[in-house]
């Protein structure tokens, strides 16, 4: 168990839809990460928050957005879905170590969009 | 920009086999390199890590050591068992780039025994 939390743990809905999976990181982590995977583009990131900041933009799409709250559990929102939304949606969290920062991930989302 | 390159899988080995899946990157500045385990239905596991050339990351009889002049970290393994069998992504962070996890595209190990 690595001590992140994310639910649901599946997520099935129609296009054009709006869902929002959530993520609560390791006690004590400041930093939230949230990746996609899928089969045809691996495993890519999204964003990453600290502290409810937004610090490092990846991959995402307009139709995506997220925050991290004061308690510092983070929201991934996803609207106007499309087909090509489905896959898997983790989320990380990470506290320093050494000179490197150890992101853990959570059991992640599984996002079907039909 | 940063990038993995991860050996194609999949790999299918005999228990007690040697493995090896190979990964190379590229880098703009002086990365920290990860291997990270994805067993069936579960998210991903923290292997290993090594934050400097020559650093040689260990855990769980895995080892992969930072090689800095032919950009490298390759997972070895001296005896595999069928509980090894999963999902292995070689990742790198660049701090100058920020802390975000840039991902090779997974090799699939299955051990039969």
């Known amino acids: 168990d690595s001590g992140v939390t994310q639910t649901p743990k599946h997520l099935i809905t129609a296009t054009g839809q709006r869902v929002t999976l959530r993520c609560s990181p390791r006690?004590?982590?400041?930093?939230v990460y949230w990746y996609q995977q899928s089969l045809d583009q691996g495993l890519q990131f999204l964003i990453q928050?600290?502290?409810?900041?937004?610090?490092a933009k990846g991959n995402i799409l307009e139709r995506f957005s997220a925050q991290q709250f004061p308690d510092l559990h983070s929201e991934l929102n996803l609207s106007s879905l499309e087909l090509g939304d489905s896959a898997l949606y983790f989320c990380?969290?990470?506290?320093?170590?050494?000179?490197?920062?150890?992101?853990?991930f959570g059991p992640g989302t599984r996002l079907t969009v039909t | 920009g940063d990038s993995v390159t991860q050996m194609e899988g999949p790999v299918t080995l005999s228990e007690e086999a040697f493995l090896t899946i190979n990964c190379t990157y590229t880098?703009?500045?002086?990365?920290?390199l990860f291997w990270y385990v994805q067993y069936p239905g579960e998210g991903l596991q923290l292997l290993l890590k090594?934050?400097?050339?020559?650093d040689k990351g260990s855990n769980k009889g895995f080892e992969a050591t930072y090689r800095k002049e032919t950009t490298s970290f390759h997972l070895e393994k001296g005896s595999v068992q069928v509980s090894d069998s999963a999902v292995y992504f070689c990742?790198?962070?660049?701090?100058?780039?920020?802390?975000?996890?840039?991902f090779g595209t997974g090799t699939r190990l299955t051990i039969i025994p």
């Open positions: 990380a969290s990470s506290g320093r170590t050494g000179v490197s920062y150890e992101q853990y």
């Open positions: 006690s004590g982590d400041l930093s």
């Open positions: 928050y600290y502290n409810g900041e937004e610090r």
């Open positions: 880098a703009t500045g002086y990365p920290s």
């Open positions: 090594a934050t400097k050339a020559d």
């Open positions: 990742a790198l962070s660049d701090l100058g780039l920020g802390e975000k996890l840039t």
